[in-house]
C-alpha cells in the first residue's frame, strides 16, 4: 500500500486545505499527474502525485484542513495484489489504520490564552480575528491591532483568504528579516544593445509570439548564476545547499491584493520562445489560482521586477530558504558615458539581495557584472 | 535447625538489676500484647513489627549503655525505645497517629524518634541504619566525646552492602559505635541459611578485622554481661560486632501468615522463652517470689493502660499542618 | 578583583568553609591524596589534615550515611560523591533517610548535611559517567538541590548550604569547570532563580551547564535568560515576571525529555503563567539515548545552541 501524504508546498506551509479530487478510486495515476486541488495560505494549488500506482482510497474529503504530511489517499502499487490473499471466510479483520486524526486547528480557532485574557479586556471578539502566531493562533499583537480598529470587516472579498495570505507572506517575510542578514548591491546596466536586440526579433514576429524585456532578464539572471551555486539554492540546517537546477521563482502581484511567486523550472535550459510561454503562462495560472504545487515549492532563487510601477530600482527581501533575491527597476534612457562620448541610453538598474551566511558582497557584485555582461549580448541568450 | 536448651544456671547479677532486667522485659512484652490488639481493633495501623520473643536483647543491652550514648535501631524497635526511655504514652500515641506521640504522629510504629534520649529511630529500611550510626560515631569521635553509638539491627541485614560498608569505615576509622545483631534466624520468611553461604556471623564482621562477641539472646544476664564487655571494648578500643542469639514468637509483622516455619519450631523456641527461664532461674535461686513477679506483671499492665488512655485522648494534627516538618523553617 | 576559574572557585569555598567552621570536614573518595578526581579539594589535605580531608573507600552508601550520622552528631559534613553516576549507590541513603529523618521523626532531628557531586555530560565519557539526573533528585521533598552554573555561585553556595538546616545537593558542572568569572566571595542566596540576560522575545529557563549554550542563544533571538539555580525548592517568580514581557518561552535542561526537570518547569508555567502565553512552550532537552561516546553522536544527544535556537523560532509563526 502507497501512501499519497499532504505534499509541503513551501517553507512556510504547515497543512493544506483539500479544495477537489481530480482522481477517483480505481484510477490509475502515474508520476507527475495532477490529482488533487489543495488550497495554502498563498494560493489553490494543484497537486501532483509522485507514486504510481491504482487509486485504493481517497482518505481525505474535499474541505478537510490535512496537516503537511498527513495521508491524503491510498494506491495500490502496479506489483501488488489487489486485495492481500484472506483466508476463505474469514471474519473481517479491524482495520489498523485508522484515519489521520483531524490536523489541530481544522476545526478550532486558535487563540493564545494571553491573547484570550487580552481580547476580554479590550473588548475584541477574537473568534472573527485572524492569527499571526504558530498554526495561525491569534496573538496578543493580534488582538492589540484589532483593538486599533486596523482592517475594517466588510474590507474586500474573500476577507479571510486575503488576510490568510496577508499572514503567510508576513511570517515568511519576518523569518527572512528576523533570520537572514542581507546584503545589497545595485549596479546601473546599459540596455541600448538590449533594447534594439529586442526590437529588431519583434519586428519579424507576430504580436502574440513577441518576446519582452522581462523574459531576457530572467534569462540572462538564469544564466549568470550557474557560477553562482552561492546565490542559487537554499540556507538549511546552519548549511549552504546549492541547487542542482535553477528555477527562477517569479514575483507576482495580484489584483486582489499579495504577492506570489512561483518557479518556472530550468530557466538556463530553456529558448526564449519557451521562456516567455512559460511566463505568460504562469501569471495567466497565478492570477486563476491554479498554480501546481512543484511551481509553488520548487524555485531556488526569485527575481522581482517593479519597474513598470516606476521605481528606479527595488530592494528585496529574500524568500527564505533561498539565498537570493533579483530586483530589476524601470528600464528608461538616462545619461550615460562610453567609448568618450556621453549620450542618453536606455538603462535599468539590476539589483541583488543576498544572504550573507552563504555568500559575500565580493560574489554578489561578481554576479551583478556576469548579468550586465550577458545583457550586452542579447543574441547569445 | 537444633534448638538449643534453655537458659539455666544461677544468674549471676544484683538481685536489683536482675528485677529491674525482668521488670524491662515485662513492660515490653505487656506493651506489645496490648499493640498486636489494638491492631486487631484498627486502632494501630500499617506495618506493626512485634518484638515478643527477643525482649531479652534490648533489656540487656540497654542497661549496659550509657545516657550519653545513642541508638540506632529498626522497624522492630518499640522496645528499645521504651527502655531507652521514652514513655510508653509517648510510644501508644505515635501507634495511634497522634499529635502527642513520640514523632509527632508522622512516622508510626517503624519510625520511633526522640532526641532527648538520643534515639534516633525507627529505620525501615534493613540495614540503613548501620552507615547512620558509623556517622554518628564518627562525630563522636572528631568532636571527642566519650559516647558510643549502639546500632541495633537483624540477621538480614547482613546481606545488604549497607551492612558491609559499614562495618569497613567502622573498622577502618576505628570509630565507637556497636553493632548489636539481633539474629532471629529469619529475614521475613527466610531462613538465614537459605540466604547466606556463610551463616557464622560473626566471620562476616571478623573479616573486617572487626572485634565480635556472642551470645545467647534469650539470656538477658547473658545479654546485659555481653553488651557490658561490648560497651567497654567501644569505649576504649574500637568497633565491636556482637551476635545475639534470639527468636521471634509472633509473625514476622500483622501481615505474615507464617507459612516458612514450622509451629513445633516455634513451640521449641516458647521454652528458651526469655520472660519465663529468667523468672524461673530467679525464684530458684531466692531473688524473685511469685508475689513480686505479679506486682512488676501488674504495675506493667497498669503503665499499658495508662499509655493506651493517654493515646486514646490525644488530639490529631490538622491536615493544615502537612507540609510542616519536610524542611526547617526558616 | 580579577577572574578566577568555576574549579578554583570551588575550591576556594571548600577552603573557607573548613577554615571557618571546626564542625567542618570533607569526606569522600580521593579528596584527599588525589587532591579531587576534578582536582577541586587539591590541596585541602595539606592544610586540614586527615581527620577533616577524609578519603573514603569506595563506598558510596556507607559513607553517604555516615555523612548523615555526623552531621546528626553535631557535625557539618560535606561529602563528595565523585559524580552524580555513583550517587545512585548512595541513593537509598539519600531518599530514604537524609530526605525523611526530619520528617518521620516530627521535626525532632534535621539533617544539616552537604553533598557535593560532579554532573553532567559533554566530555566523551560515553553513558556511564554521563548522567544529568538533578531531576530525579529534584523530586524528593526535604532535600534542597542547588546547581551553581556561574563561578560567584560556584564560591557562594557551599556557604549558604552549609548553612542550611536541612539536606543540601550541590551539583557541579564539570562543562563549566573551565569557565572564568568574578567571585565576590559575598554571600549568595541558595533560594531564587536569576535573570541571567534581559531580552524581550522568548524566555529561555535553564539551569547547570546549558546556562552558556542558552546564553548564546539569546544572542540570536532576543532571549531573556533565567538561570534557575535552585532546582528544589523552585522560585518560578522572576519566570513568570519574565513571561509576562515576552510570552514565550522555551525551557532547556540536560535530562530527559520524558518526566523530568523541563517537564515540571513547563507545568508550573501551564500553572501560573497559561494566561500569559503566546504559543506552546517549549523544551530542549537530551535525546532520550544513553549518552554516547563518539563526539559527533554526544553532540547530537545534548541540547546545543542551535537547537535552543530553532526551539524559539518555533514559538513564532
Not at chain 1, 478550532?108 to 498554526?135: F, I, M, T
Not at chain 3, 555526623?70 to 550517587?87: K, W
Not at chain 3, 523530586?139 to 536541612?166: F, K, Q, S
Amino acid at each position: 500500500m502507497i501512501e499519497f501524504k499532504m505534499p509541503s508546498l513551501g517553507a512556510d506551509m504547515d497543512e493544506g486545505k483539500l479544495l477537489e479530487w481530480k482522481v477517483k478510486p480505481g484510477d490509475t495515476v502515474k508520476r507527475g499527474d495532477l490529482v488533487a486541488v489543495v488550497e495554502t495560505p498563498k494560493a489553490a494549488v494543484d497537486v501532483e502525485i509522485w507514486q504510481e500506482g491504482v487509486i485504493e482510497e481517497l482518505v481525505a474529503k474535499p474541505g478537510e484542513t490535512v496537516p503537511v504530511g498527513g495521508v491524503l489517499a491510498h494506491l495500490r502499487g502496479a506489483a501488488e495484489p489487489k486485495e492481500a490473499p484472506a483466508k476463505p471466510a474469514a471474519e473481517p479483520e479491524p482495520r489498523p489504520e485508522a484515519k489521520p486524526a483531524p490536523a489541530p486547528g481544522a476545526t478550532r480557532h486558535l487563540v493564545s490564552p494571553a491573547a484570550r485574557k487580552h481580547a476580554r479586556e479590550l473588548g475584541v471578539d477574537v473568534e472573527q480575528l485572524p492569527g499571526s502566531g504558530p498554526h495561525g493562533a491569534v496573538t496578543v499583537e493580534d488582538v492589540e491591532n484589532a483593538a486599533k480598529g486596523a482592517p475594517k470587516k466588510e474590507a474586500a472579498p474573500p476577507p479571510d483568504k486575503l488576510a490568510a495570505m496577508r499572514k503567510a507572506i508576513a511570517a515568511a517575510m519576518s523569518r527572512s528579516k528576523r533570520e537572514i542578514p542581507h546584503y545589497y548591491l545595485s549596479q546601473a546596466i546599459p540596455m541600448q544593445r538590449a533594447a534594439d536586440w529586442l526590437t529588431a526579433q519583434n519586428e519579424k514576429r507576430p504580436v502574440a509570439d513577441r518576446l519582452l524585456m522581462g523574459a531576457l532578464q530572467l534569462k540572462a539572471v538564469a544564466l549568470a548564476l550557474k557560477d553562482f551555486p552561492d546565490l542559487n539554492g537554499f540556507w538549511r540546517d546552519n548549511a549552504l545547499q546549492p541547487a542542482p537546477g535553477i528555477h527562477v521563482g517569479v514575483a507576482i502581484s495580484l489584483r486582489q491584493g499579495g504577492l506570489i511567486a512561483p518557479a518556472i523550472h530550468d530557466v538556463a535550459e530553456l529558448g526564449l520562445d519557451e521562456l516567455m510561454k512559460a511566463l505568460a503562462d504562469l501569471v495567466r495560472r497565478a492570477r486563476a489560482g491554479s498554480l501546481r504545487s512543484s511551481e509553488m515549492s520548487d524555485p531556488t532563487v526569485t527575481v522581482t521586477n517593479l519597474g513598470d510601477q516606476g521605481v528606479d530600482a527595488v530592494f528585496p527581501v529574500i524568500y527564505p530558504p533561498q539565498l537570493a533575491i533579483v530586483g530589476f527597476g524601470r528600464l528608461a534612457p538616462r545619461p550615460w558615458a562610453e567609448d568618450g562620448m556621453t549620450g542618453a541610453v536606455p538603462v535599468v538598474v539590476a539589483s541583488l539581495a543576498g544572504d550573507h551566511r552563504a555568500s559575500d558582497g565580493h560574489r554578489g557584485a561578481r554576479f551583478l557584472a556576469a548579468l550586465a555582461a550577458l545583457l550586452q549580448e542579447p543574441e547569445k541568450l | 535447625m537444633k534448638v538449643p536448651p534453655p537458659p539455666s544456671g544461677k544468674v549471676e547479677l544484683p538481685v536489683a538489676l536482675s528485677l529491674a532486667l525482668l521488670a524491662d522485659m515485662l513492660r515490653i512484652r505487656r506493651m506489645e500484647e496490648k499493640c498486636a490488639e489494638l491492631y486487631g481493633e484498627g486502632k494501630i495501623r500499617g506495618f506493626l513489627h512485634l518484638y515478643i520473643g527477643e525482649e531479652a536483647v534490648a533489656a540487656g543491652a540497654m542497661r549496659a549503655l550509657a545516657p550519653e550514648d545513642n541508638i540506632v535501631a529498626t522497624y522492630r524497635e518499640h522496645g528499645h525505645a521504651l527502655l531507652r526511655g521514652v514513655s510508653m504514652d509517648r510510644i501508644m500515641a505515635e501507634m495511634y497517629g497522634k499529635r502527642e506521640g513520640c514523632s509527632g504522629g508522622r512516622g508510626g510504629s517503624m519510625h520511633l524518634f526522640d532526641a532527648a534520649a538520643r534515639f534516633y529511630g525507627g529505620n525501615a529500611i534493613v540495614g540503613g541504619g548501620l552507615p547512620l550510626a558509623a556517622g554518628l560515631a564518627l562525630a563522636a569521635k572528631l568532636k571527642k566525646e566519650s559516647r558510643i553509638t549502639a546500632c541495633f539491627f537483624g540477621e538480614g541485614a547482613v546481606a545488604e552492602g549497607a551492612f558491609h560498608e559499614s562495618m569497613n569505615l567502622a573498622q577502618l576509622w576505628r570509630l565507637p559505635v556497636a553493632y548489636f545483631c539481633e539474629n532471629n534466624l529469619y529475614a521475613m520468611g527466610t531462613a538465614l541459611e537459605r540466604s547466606e553461604s556463610q551463616t557464622d556471623l560473626c566471620a562476616k564482621a571478623a573479616s573486617y578485622g572487626m572485634a565480635t562477641l556472642k551470645a545467647d539472646g534469650m539470656d538477658v544476664a547473658a545479654v546485659h554481661k555481653t553488651a557490658q564487655r561490648a560497651r567497654e571494648h567501644v569505649a576504649t578500643k574500637g568497633p565491636v560486632f556482637v551476635e545475639f542469639q534470639t527468636y521471634r514468637f509472633r509473625a514476622h509483622s500483622m501481615f505474615d501468615p507464617e507459612l516458612y516455619r514450622d509451629k513445633g519450631e516455634v513451640e521449641a523456641w516458647k521454652e528458651r522463652g526469655p520472660l519465663h527461664t529468667f523468672s524461673a532461674r530467679l525464684k530458684a535461686q531466692g531473688d524473685l517470689t511469685e508475689g513480686r513477679f505479679l506486682e512488676l506483671d501488674r504495675a506493667a499492665q497498669a503503665e499499658v493502660d495508662k499509655a493506651v488512655a493517654f493515646a486514646e485522648a490525644g488530639t490529631r494534627e490538622p491536615a493544615e499542618d502537612l507540609a510542616k516538618d519536610v524542611t526547617t523553617p526558616s | 578583583m580579577s577572574a578566577i576559574s568555576y574549579r578554583e572557585a570551588l575550591r576556594l569555598a571548600l577552603d573557607e568553609a573548613l577554615e571557618k567552621d571546626e564542625r567542618v570536614f570533607l569526606m569522600g573518595e580521593d579528596v584527599g591524596r588525589y587532591g579531587g578526581t576534578y582536582a577541586v579539594s587539591k590541596g585541602l589535605l595539606e592544610k586540614y589534615g586527615s581527620e577533616r580531608v577524609r578519603d573514603t573507600p569506595l563506598s558510596e552508601l556507607g559513607f553517604v550515611g555516615a555523612g548523615i550520622g555526623a552531621a546528626l552528631g553535631g557535625m557539618r559534613p560535606i561529602v563528595e560523591v565523585m559524580t552524580v553516576n555513583f550517587s545512585l549507590l548512595a541513593l537509598d541513603q539519600i531518599v530514604n533517610t537524609a530526605a525523611l529523618l526530619r520528617h518521620m521523626s516530627g521535626g525532632q532531628f534535621s539533617v544539616p548535611l552537604v553533598v557535593r557531586m560532579a554532573t553532567g555530560a559533554g566530555r566523551q565519557l560515553a553513558a556511564q559517567h554521563s548522567h544529568s539526573l538533578e531531576g530525579w533528585y529534584a523530586h524528593i521533598p526535604g532535600i534542597r538541590i542547588v546547581a551553581p552554573a556561574t563561578v560567584e555561585d560556584a564560591r557562594g553556595m557551599l556557604g549558604a548550604a552549609l548553612a542550611d538546616p536541612d539536606p543540601v545537593l550541590v551539583f557541579e558542572y564539570p562543562a563549566l569547570f573551565e569557565t572564568k568569572g568574578e567571585a565576590s566571595g559575598g554571600k549568595v542566596d541558595i533560594a531564587s532563580s536569576k535573570v541571567r540576560r534581559e531580552g524581550s522575545r522568548v524566555t529561555l529557563v535553564t539551569y547547570g551547564g546549558c546556562l552558556p549554550k542558552a546564553m548564546q542563544a539569546a544572542e540570536q533571538v532576543d532571549g531573556e535568560v533565567i538561570d534557575l539555580r535552585v532546582l528544589r525548592p523552585l522560585d518560578m517568580a522572576p519566570v513568570v515576571g519574565s513571561l509576562k514581557k515576552t510570552r514565550r518561552a522555551v525551557v532547556v535542561d540536560e535530562g530527559w525529555r520524558s518526566g523530568g526537570l523541563a517537564a515540571e518547569v513547563m507545568a508550573r508555567i501551564m500553572e501560573q503563567a497559561f494566561y500569559e502565553l503566546d504559543a506552546p512552550v517549549a523544551r530542549v532537552c537530551s535525546e532520550e539515548v544513553p549518552v554516547p561516546y563518539a563526539k559527533h553522536l554526544e553532540e547530537a544527544a545534548l541540547p546545543q545552541t542551535e537547537k535552543i535556537v530553532a526551539a524559539a523560532q518555533g514559538l513564532f509563526a
